[in-house]
């Protein structure tokens, strides 16, 4: 494992018990009842999207790995599934506060569009670079 992989994948490691955390932190906020139901959705989505995001991420980064796409590319892929699970589930948690639901969905959305490309890529990288 070498440089851009092997530094997001560290990243993506210690990630991980944050998200563990949130998940101690939701089942307050669901015995709390402090938040309306919809407030309780979307924290919901947003710590689910974060863990399987980040599982998703590792799985990519073994899989960039791989792939014959020079270092340059590897960054790239690297930044967008780091700034895609960052934003895909963090557009949930906009949605918690009162009247950022579009902006929230809109950063869910680019965080999709992220992610897609650094697969897409990378699935691009495993078939045809190298």
């Known amino acids: 494992m070498e440089g851009p992989i092997k530094l ?3 990243i993506a490691l210690v ?9 101690y932190a939701l089942m307050g906020v ?3 009842k402090k938040l309306t139901e919809h407030q309780r959705a979307m924290f919901r989505a947003g710590h689910a999207h974060a863990g399987v ?11 960039l790995g791989q792939t014959g796409l020079p270092d340059a590319a590897r960054w790239v892929v ?7 699970v960052l934003a895909q589930s963090g557009g949930f948690f906009l949605h918690l ?4 639901g579009k902006l929230g969905g809109r950063v869910t959305g680019a ?9 897409l890529t ?7 670079a190298g």
């Open 30 to 32: 669901l015995r709390d």
């Open 78 to 84: 690297c930044f967008l599934l780091l700034f895609g």
């Open 97 to 100: 506060a009162p009247g950022k």
């Open 15 to 23: 990630s991980l018990p944050t998200v563990m955390y949130g998940g």
């Open 111 to 119: 965080g999709a569009v992220l992610l897609g490309a650094a697969i």
């Open 53 to 63: 995001l980040l599982v998703l991420a590792l799985v990519a980064l073994q899989i």
């Open 8 to 10: 997001f994948t560290v």
């Open 122 to 128: 990378t699935a691009y990288g495993l078939a045809f």
